[in-house]
């Protein structure tokens, strides 16, 4: 199956400081990936929508400004969390749509690993 | 938007059948199943597309109704290796985001 990395799997960062999470799509090219937010034994909040060459499409209450999206090849977008606060930690999973699934008319998604991060 | 899953949770023996569901109040253009356990990401099971579609994969199967709101995920005979908690997600038209339900925690006893 398609597999998506990221990186890191974890960080530990200080009030006000910016973070960089990386994801990528292993072997598939990735026009399409969404990042995603997710509190303990709380659903899949989708944060934004990463076109390869086009800017994000954020979802209503996500603020573009601080959780900057870019998506600058078919198999990497990256997510930087800018001055972060205690309450941005948070497990951070980004997915790819794999468009070479066949006779799919719907493109399977496959998530990255995860990333946890804890602001202190 | 957000589908509504039910039920919310659920423990099992192991052998034991459960029935997750999953509903819309509009027309869904495709259902995701995903089973994600703790601390890991989500992963893939199945996509639905048509209505009245039913495929499955060993002993975890669904089901996607004739109108297309409502979608069903079958476990039978449970494995211990089926715990964990189940999402679906649903899109609305080809190409769209997919919104996940609040997810249904399976616990498998032995």
């Known amino acids: 199956g398609a597999v998506v990395s990221q990186h890191p799997s974890w960080v530990i960062c200080k009030s006000g400081t910016s973070v960089k999470i990386e994801c990528r799509s292993l072997?598939?090219?990735?026009?399409?990936m969404f990042w995603y937010r997710q509190f303990p034994k709380q659903s899949l909040m989708l944060m934004a929508t990463s076109n390869e060459g086009s800017k994000a499409t954020y979802e209503q209450g996500v603020e573009k400004d601080k959780f900057l999206i870019n998506h600058a090849s078919l198999t990497l977008s990256t997510l930087t969390v800018t001055s972060a606060h205690p309450e941005d930690s948070s497990f951070y999973i980004c997915?790819?749509?794999?468009?070479?699934?066949?006779?799919?008319?719907?493109?399977?998604?496959?998530f990255g690993p995860g990333t946890r991060l804890t602001v202190t | 938007q957000q589908p509504v899953q039910s039920p919310q949770a659920v423990i099992l023996r192991e052998g034991e059948d459960a029935v997750i569901n999953c509903s819309s109040s509009?027309?869904?253009?495709?259902v995701h199943w995903y089973r994600q356990k703790h601390g890991e990401a989500p992963v893939f099971l199945m996509i639905?597309?048509?209505?009245?579609e039913q495929k499955g994969h060993d002993k975890i199967s669904a089901s996607f109704n004739e109108k297309k709101q409502q979608s069903s995920l079958y476990l039978t005979a449970s494995q211990l290796s089926y715990s964990g908690t189940y999402f679906c997600?649903?899109?609305?038209?080809?190409?769209?985001?997919?919104?996940f339900g609040k997810g249904t925690r399976l616990h498998i006893l032995p």
């Open positions: 997600g649903t899109e609305l038209d080809r190409d769209d985001k997919i919104i």
């Open positions: 509009k027309a869904l253009y495709s």
């Open positions: 997915s790819a749509r794999d468009p070479g699934q066949g006779a799919h008319r719907a493109y399977e998604q496959y």
């Open positions: 639905l597309l048509k209505g009245g």
């Open positions: 072997d598939f090219q990735a026009t399409t």
